[in-house]
């Protein structure tokens, strides 16, 4: 009995660690989402009060969709993120099957060369990558966007892809092979299903930071049509007055899709676990 | 169907040489058993017929024609592994039409090819499930029907059983027997329970450390073994091996099976301790500690009451000992 005991407030322990955790976390967000729907005095006035029906106000939506290009930048912020995260999980799924399954001279050197950029961040090359964009023409455009986060989500996904694809099991590969499959259909018919927990995962690690991203889509594209969510949001930041029910409205907005996106790949990253623990 | 010759092969994973150069040959029809320790390259072996693992000198041959640079899926084999290896995503009846679906076959062909397999294999009515609805008994016979439905030059196993349990074990044994009975083909198994490779085979390829320690028929091996770890190897419980100079003979060391000693309790040549007594109803194996050669087995048919810690006394039957010298080969009259 006691050891049943001591697990219970061990578990009790280590939720209210996860929940004060919680809290903290999503803190910012409740403020934002709360804040959004309240008029431009009440937010001053009472910053963390719910939403009364004297203060009650849409004022910051209405501006967010009648001023500016609310949806193109909405649109744009989309397509950079599925186009990035897409090309991401095929090229780094890729490579981490050529690293883990593959005998090659220089393969460790190879996987150690494409891991270096976890450990340095892209942003310190900013300026030679702006340099590139402009020699190349492209500035200010989507496909600036997508080529830079793309290398950024690359290392962490070769990582932790070539780490799973290691653990897939040889016969299968094997087994395909003697029944004449292609090295591509046992890559993609065999091995990426059964990796699906960590496509989940590095999914979800390589999205966030490209939606929520400010830096590079102010310096490679920051023209009008090429603008992202978070850059567009910035409109309403101004230097002496600053339309902070349109900036919350907005922000409250661009957590949807990420929020959308986390919860389809959150099921698998769930589904994942699970499957190794119980079989 | 298949003859296989192995020339002179060898894999080394960079300088460390796995198969130090092995000459086989395999006649059609034939099952033939790689057995040995783990670690002894019998798999690297199998690995290498099959196309898997590529050669670093010497010549694998198929029906006399050369496969070393022939990728798997043209060398006309088929291969059951040790995790089954099915296709998580295919039904049972997809798993085993793979390879023909592969191969360009005609849907007709391809119904008719698994229906008949699925009917040796009595797999009917499992034939629209997927792999994870099946038990371990019923995944192994679909990833013997998978082969079978190939009807290849060769069929390599690689410890097929290993993962099923001894009931199931014994039953797939005998099923593989059969299969190899009906379809006359030319089988290569590799296992490390050498109990497999003796009730299996027509013939066996003891491996040790990369080479091979002898060929032969399981009853030629049993009797006539080359060496003192094909002696060892083959037979269970395991041969004894005495020192020879006590007992007067010429030989340096005397190898002896369970059932050829003899035991007393009032005289003999070794006197001894028992330690441990196992009864198995049919047979009692009775272990003795003696200071010369350690611990002994001697295997009884019948029931027999020995206690343990008592003194007794065991004579090797002089006619069924085997002699070697002192650097493990076979000393032959």
């Known amino acids: 009995m006691s050891i049943a005991r001591h697990s219970t407030s061990r578990s009790l322990a280590a939720h209210a660690v996860l929940i004060l955790y919680t809290l903290i976390a999503l803190f910012p967000v409740f403020v934002i989402v709360v804040n959004s ?17 004297e203060t009650f106000d849409l004022v910051g939506y209405r501006t967010v969709l009648q001023q500016g290009d609310f949806l193109l930048y909405f649109q744009n912020s989309m397509i950079v993120t599925l186009a990035s995260l897409f090309f991401v ?69 070769v990582f932790i892809l070539s780490e799973f694809m290691r653990n897939v099991s040889d016969d299968l590969k094997n087994a395909g092979r003697i029944d ?29 930071p490209i939606w929520n991203d400010l830096w590079f889509p102010l310096i490679l594209a920051p023209s009008e049509e090429t603008k992202t969510l978070t850059l567009g949001s910035q409109s309403f930041i101004g230097q002496f007055v600053t339309d902070w029910n349109a900036v919350l409205a907005a922000l409250g907005l661009a957590i949807v899709p990420v929020l959308v996106l986390y919860l389809i790949f959150s099921r698998q990253l769930i589904r994942g676990i699970t499957a190794g623990a119980v079989k | 169907m298949g003859a296989l010759t192995l020339t002179q092969v060898t894999k080394s994973f960079g300088t460390t040489d796995v198969i130090k150069g092995v000459d086989l040959a395999v006649e059609e029809g034939e099952f033939c058993v790689f057995v040995g320790p ?77 229906d008949k397999a699925a009917a040796m294999l009595e797999l009917g009515p499992l034939m629209d499930r997927r792999p994870a609805e099946l038990s371990g008994g019923q995944r192994q016979r679909v990833a013997i029907g998978r082969a079978v439905v190939r009807t290849p030059k060769l069929f ?27 379809l006359g083909a030319t089988m290569i198994y590799v296992t490390h329970d050498q109990v497999e490779a003796m009730t299996l085979a027509d013939k066996i390829v003891v491996l040790n450390a990369g080479r091979v320690a002898q060929i032969g028929a399981p009853m030629d091996l049993y009797n006539d073994p080359d060496n003192v770890f094909v002696a060892g190897f083959i037979g269970s419980p395991k041969m004894n091996f005495l020192k020879a100079g006590p007992l ?36 009692t194996l009775v272990y003795v500690t003696t200071p010369a050669d350690g611990l002994l087995t001697v295997r009884l048919f019948g029931e027999h009451d020995h206690a343990p810690d008592s003194t007794v006394w065991l004579t090797p039957d002089a006619t069924r000992a085997l002699h070697f010298h002192e650097n493990g080969q076979r000393m032959r009259d």
């Open chain 1, 37 to 53: 729907f309240k008029s431009r005095r009440a937010i001053f006035a009472e910053p963390l009060a719910l939403p009364r029906a």
């Open chain 1, 89 to 157: 999980l095929l090229f780094g799924a890729m490579a981490a099957f050529a690293l883990s399954e593959y005998r090659f001279r220089g393969n460790s050197l190879m996987g150690l060369y494409l891991a270096l950029g976890i450990m340095i961040p892209i942003r310190l090359g900013t300026v030679a990558i702006l340099q590139m964009m402009v020699a190349s023409g492209l500035v200010n455009t989507l496909t600036a966007l997508i080529l830079v986060y793309t290398a950024q989500g690359l290392p962490l996904a």
């Open chain 1, 180 to 208: 004449g499959l292609s090295e591509y259909t046992i890559f993609f018919r065999l091995v990426l299903p059964l990796v699906r927990p960590a496509m989940a995962t590095v999914a979800v690690f390589t999205m966030i």
């Open chain 2, 38 to 114: 783990s670690g002894c390259g019998k798999s690297t072996l199998l690995r290498m017929i099959a196309g898997l693992e590529d050669v670093s000198a010497g010549e694998v041959a198929i029906d006399g024609v050369r496969v070393n640079g022939v990728a798997p899926a043209k060398r006309e084999i088929a291969m059951v592994f040790q995790s089954y290896a099915l296709y998580p995503h295919l039904t049972v009846r997809d798993n085993m039409g793979l390879a023909l679906k592969q191969a360009g076959k005609s849907r007709a062909e391809i119904r008719a090819a698994t």
């Open chain 2, 156 to 182: 390599l196993f690689d410890e097929p059983l290993s993962n099923l349990d001894a009931a199931l074990r014994v039953a797939t044994r005998i099923e593989i027997a059969r299969l190899h009975r009906e």
């Open chain 2, 248 to 283: 007067g003979l010429r030989s340096d060391a005397l190898g002896i099976r369970p059932e050829h000693l003899a035991i007393s309790t009032t005289g003999g040549q070794i006197e001894g301790r028992i330690s441990h007594v196992e009864k198995l109803g049919g047979e």
